[in-house]
């Protein structure tokens, strides 16, 4: 696959696990120069040593940042800038979901959950977008759900909170076009990842193997493809709408569900 990036300098936050680390992969495979960042330093280590071993020469840059904290985003911005003199591409894909009904999701959850779906993004698309601009043509993806558009009573405040999310990337993708950057999302369904790993651990039965666990998982929310999607399939479409591949869209969302979207 030839996504044109090659030398380009993208940023991806949550890149130490899951569906951000398949992205930087990805990304550096196609010859582009990556930083990416998670809060656990042992995780960001490992997730550094397992990509410089199947990547010995690429330039890469791995840092401790917790999207919610503006200052370290700030640092995060200015280290970034610092090792490679530009940004043409910011992925906004750390976080997880948060399982919970509107009758036990109490005001605390309620503000955690919406802190995390709006800063997660605001905070390093703030921080990034000076050299967003300076790089132009640029552009953001944000990694969004399927819950955006189709709720889950479930997962109430991950629903309402990806919603909002779907719409301030249009209202981005509007301001930000005459600066030459490029704003767009993928909403995904059910994808193996940390996250469904941990769910694993606590929910499967004694001895259940994860492929038993996460086929029935497949089966029981009738995922018309049959199966969880595997973290490089959402990071193709990530890289795409990153990429000049895509440079006539904005504003617009990719469908990474299986089939599980019923809306038409
Ligand atoms: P993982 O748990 O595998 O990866 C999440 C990554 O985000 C980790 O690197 C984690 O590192 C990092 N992270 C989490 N919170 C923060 C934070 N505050 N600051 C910086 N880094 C953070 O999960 P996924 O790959 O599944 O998740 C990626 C994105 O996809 C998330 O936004 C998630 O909500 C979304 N998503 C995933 C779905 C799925 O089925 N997998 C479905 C719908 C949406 P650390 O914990 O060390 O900070």
Known sequence: MNYDIDDKVAVVTG???????????????????????GRDRERLASAESELRAAYPAAD???????VLDPAAVAN?????TGRFG????????AGQGRVS?????????????????FFGVIHPTRAFLPHLERAAPASVVCVNSLLALQPEP???????????????????????????????????????????????RDQAAE???????????ARDKHIPLGRLGRPREPA??????????????????IDISGGLARHV
């Open 15 to 37: 890149g130490s696990s899951g569906i951000g680390l398949a992205t930087v992969e990805l990304l550096l495979g196609e010859g582009a120069r990556v930083a990416f960042c």
């Open 60 to 66: 890469l840059l791995a840092l401790p940042c917790d």
């Open 76 to 80: 995060f911005a200015a280290e970034v």
């Open 86 to 93: 530009r940004v043409d591409m910011l992925v906004n894909n």
């Open 101 to 117: 009904t509107f009758a036990d999701t109490a005001d605390d959850a309620w503000r955690q959950e919406l802190e995390l779906k």
């Open 154 to 200: 479930h997962m109430v405040a991950t629903s309402a909170a990806r919603a909002g999310l779907l719409n301030l990337v249009r209202s981005m993708a509007v301001e930000f076009a005459p600066k030459g950057i490029r704003v767009n999302s993928i909403l995904l369904g059910m994808v193996e990842s940390g996250q469904w790993r941990r769910r694993y």
């Open 207 to 217: 001895g259940q193997s994860w492929e038993d666990w996460s086929a029935n998982l």
């Open 236 to 253: 193709h479409a990530i890289v795409f709408l990153a990429s000049p591949l895509a440079s006539y869209t904005t504003g617009s969302h």
